[in-house]
């Protein structure tokens, strides 16, 4: 792996350590994307992650009441989160209407990008029953 000229992680892409699901297309779209946006958006989100909390805290303690769908990956690192137990085990309490919960396994947090067939699938179900 040989780092280009570029951003901070603009070009450390080795291929063969790519997942499946992705491509080196995919790394040039999401490289030239980069390039002309920059990478300001994503990184502002956790730069202003304090101001995020006080900004939804008038929703604080609020039940979700309309019908959901939560798809997953089993191996998506926010599941490991503290608290992210007890926010899945009170999922039907905050969410009432909960249709289902979907637990890719083997899949990370890209769900939609790691298993496009297996999340399409399920939010047409979802939404064939609503």
């Known amino acids: ?11 450390w892409v080795n291929p063969t350590s790519l997942p499946s699901w992705l491509t080196e297309a995919d790394v040039e779209i999401y490289a030239d994307q980069f390039k002309q946006t920059g990478y300001r958006g994503g990184l502002n989100w956790y730069r ?7 900004l939804m805290a008038p929703f604080a303690g609020l039940k979700i009441t ?15 989160f503290r608290g ?14 909960l249709q289902r919960t979907l637990l890719l396994p083997g899949c ?3 769900t939609q990008q790691e298993r496009p067939q297996e999340v399409n699938e399920a939010m047409l179900e979802f939404l064939r029953g609503l």
């Open 1 to 11: 792996m040989v780092p280009r000229k570029g951003g901070m992680l603009a070009d």
């Open 48 to 54: 202003n992650i304090d101001r995020n909390w006080e």
């Open 66 to 80: 309309v019908p959901a769908l939560l798809i997953a990956g089993d191996r998506d690192v926010v599941l490991a």
């Open 84 to 97: 992210m137990d007890q926010v899945i085990a009170n999922l039907p309490k905050n969410v009432p209407k």
């Open 108 to 110: 990370g947090h890209w």
